[in-house]
């Protein structure tokens, strides 16, 4: 069975489609290399010994996408990756993430309303919830004005998978909202592999680590939390990945209660920046060099998921400790 996945050299990805591979689905990768090597191509093989189909072609292009379709008509589910996920470049070039992340998603969905029928798993966000009143966050939870560009464009890409659902019964899907991923595959032969300075708090410990980075800048530690540092869901991305290939069999299975759904990706349990540094010092056993500095501007104080939905109905449950993950980031890094 012929699967689809854009944006499938990225992070997630690429480790999503080691877990379709294993399960015995053949894959179509999607790609314009804009945040992606055609390198980690390489890495999937190496450790499934599958080769995915690889096609290099940008989702904006809506003439490409209508040929690819068309090309393929074979393909019984869609998981979509392929987007713009930098918070901080979002608020400076808007338009770059609302024609990226709108616009392809548009393309896709209409090529496969015209099929018989269709399954589609989009890769959503936490973002989506902004600072939740409640914690742990659940799905019902109210979705909160975005505040970043970026979150808005999983905010907007969620409501217009809704809209074409309700009108188009063909299809089903499923809004996955991850929490923080983290680490690698057990193998170090794919990772994260962020471009520049690493945005995320994790890339930028085992960098720091690596002895890539001076010092780790821990951003506030004057919130109303236990150790005054923010608290995340940091989740290992092969438990994200292998969420995506059960939320996809719930629809090729017809498990879905409706033709939208929306499940939260996360461990169920928070950690603050500083238990994230004292978990990669003990696996590690270095000493991490880091200092407290200003708060940054956008980031919200706590948020972790009730993963009830997702272990009920997907019968999906993380599998990774925060140690486990960390040192699986570690070993990824050193592998660099
Ligand atoms: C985590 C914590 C920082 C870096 C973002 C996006 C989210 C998703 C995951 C795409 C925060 C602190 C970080 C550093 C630090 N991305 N931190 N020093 O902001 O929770 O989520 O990435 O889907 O949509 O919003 O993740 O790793 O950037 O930050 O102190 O050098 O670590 O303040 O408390 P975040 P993060």
Redesign the pocket.
Known sequence: MKILVTGGLGFIGSHTVVELQNEGYQVVIIDNLSNASVEVLGGIVSITGKTPIFEKLDLKDKLAVQAFFRANQDIKGVIHFAAS?A?GESVDNPLLYYENNINTLVYVLQELVKLDESNFIFSS?C?VYGQADVMPISESAPIKPAESPYGNTKQIGEEIIKDTCKVNTNLKSIALR?F?PIGAHSSAKIGELPIGVP????P?ITQTGAGIREQ????GDNYPTTDGT?I?DYIHVVDIAKAHVVALQHLLNNKNTSNFEVFNLGTGTGSS?LEVIKAFEKVTNKKLNYKIVNR?PG?VISAYADTTKANKELGWKAQYSLEEAIESAWKWQKSL
Request: charged share 20%; net charge positive; aromatic share 16%.
């Open positions: 996920k918070v966000s973002t991850y923080n945005q995320n708090l994790v930028y780790l800048s821990v951003f923010c995340r920046v940054r980031d």
